[in-house]
């Protein structure tokens, strides 16, 4: 069990504790709302930072390395199950890039 798997764990556990909690108490609008919709932006977040740190981009045009940030990495377009849609500073554009993913072991902070 390494981090970046507690990483990856709590993020899932915190968005769907946080979807159930905003759920529950729905209708009354009240801080324990609050607090399941803070849960959810706060997994969304960690989701996103995994991601960043556990892939890494291939632009298909110019094969140049990229790395994605948290947003990014939640939002880009996924155009097939190994490429997704990200802008490439070097093409300066929205290219198609591959996904690689990192050895997380070798990784560090
Ligand atoms: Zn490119």
Redesign the pocket.
Known sequence: MNRYRIMFGSSIVLIFAGILLAAFCFPKIGLLFFAGVLFTVAGLYLLGRWISKAYTYI?M??Y?RIDVGALEGLFAVPVDKAYRRLY?P??RRK?VCKARRISLRVHVF
């Open positions: 632009c045009d110019c140049l490439c070097k093409c290219t």
